[in-house]
Each structure stands twice: as structure tokens, then as C-alpha cells.
């Protein structure tokens, strides 16, 4: 992350100072919160819907088995005078090999999720950077640097572009050019 910052602001001034020897190049540089613009768009809405609902589905999943897990310890509490060390120990066993269980299936199933997030806003990402690309063409811009991943505090209101990726990228998904496709 830091590497990026500072690959962003070695190349943003190597631009400024090279386009300072020419007297006619105008540096025109602009910003967008990418993460933002996934967030507003109605195919970063739809995919963040679909990640929701596979994440309530593994959490009742997880806290059935949770729930489980605390009774088994609760019962196990209670016999613990009672029973014999052997099928205390056996007991014991089975109660740790369960919670091993179920906190390797809590990470299996973060794993899944982060990957089922990529997948669907890497779709998102790609259309994105081709808008991006056509508005830095088309408007002049010498560079486009992701707020967060350059490290950007403040920029004016005038240079941040992600009202309008916004925008366009809403448009062309409506007319059927931008959209992500449905996955489930």
C-alpha cells in the first residue's frame, strides 16, 4: 500500500516536472473514489445485496453450530465430577475437534466471501477503468489516481471525477453496454 503511494507520487512528479519545461503542456490531473463509485452504482448495490445475503446465510449457519458448540461446553461443565477421567478426557476431545471444526469453517467461509466479493466487483472495477480511460482521453487528463490508493487528503471538488464515473458508468449499464452480469 505504501510501495503504491509512493510509485503514484514519484510518476505524478515526474509528470509535473516534465510538463514544467514545456511552456504550452497543461497538467490536468484527476481523482476517483473507486470504492465510492462501487458502492453507488446499481450493479456495486446489486452485487453488495447478493454478498449480504451469502453472508446472513453462512452466519446462521455459523451460529447454529456456535450455539451447539456452547451447549456441548455446558454440558460438559456439568458432568465433569460425574464422569470417569477417560470419558471426561474423550469428552474434552470431542468439544476441542469441534470448536477446531467450526473455527476452520469461520475462516473457510471469510475466504469464500472475499472471494466472491472479488469476483463480483472485479467485472465492476474493469468497466470502470474503461469510462475512466474514454473521460482521461476525451477531457485531457494527464493522469486519474484512485483517492485511496494514492493517498489523496483533498482535492478540489472540480477534479474529482467520481460523480461522473458514477454517472456514465449508470448510463451505459442501463442501455445494456455496462452492466455486470448476474451471478450467483
Do not use: H
Amino acid at each position: 500500500m505504501r510501495f503504491c503511494r509512493i510509485v503514484v507520487f514519484t510518476l505524478a512528479a515526474v509528470v509535473l516536472a516534465g510538463s514544467a519545461t514545456t511552456v504550452d503542456a497543461q497538467v490536468k490531473i484527476g481523482v476517483v473514489d473507486l470504492q465510492r463509485a462501487i458502492n453507488e452504482t446499481e450493479d456495486g448495490r446489486q452485487a453488495k445485496r447478493r454478498l449480504k445475503k451469502v453472508f446472513d446465510e453462512r452466519q446462521q449457519s455459523l451460529n447454529k453450530k456456535q450455539e451447539a458448540l456452547k451447549a456441548q461446553k455446558e454440558s460438559l461443565e456439568r458432568q465433569q465430577d460425574v464422569l470417569s477421567q477417560d470419558a471426561l478426557k474423550k469428552k474434552v476431545e470431542k468439544y476441542q475437534a469441534d470448536l477446531m471444526e467450526l473455527q476452520n469453517e469461520y475462516v473457510q467461509y471469510q475466504e469464500e466471501l472475499s472471494t466472491k466479493e472479488g469476483e463480483l466487483t472485479q467485472k465492476i472495477l474493469e468497466k470502470m477503468q474503461a469510462i475512466l480511460r474514454r473521460i482521461g482521453q476525451t477531457d485531457g487528463y494527464t493522469m486519474i489516481i484512485e483517492a485511496n490508493e494514492g493517498g489523496v487528503v483533498w482535492v478540489p471538488s472540480n477534479l474529482d471525477l467520481t460523480d461522473v464515473l458514477i454517472q456514465r458508468y449508470n448510463k451505459q449499464a442501463k442501455s445494456g453496454g455496462g452492466g455486470a452480469k448476474k451471478s450467483k
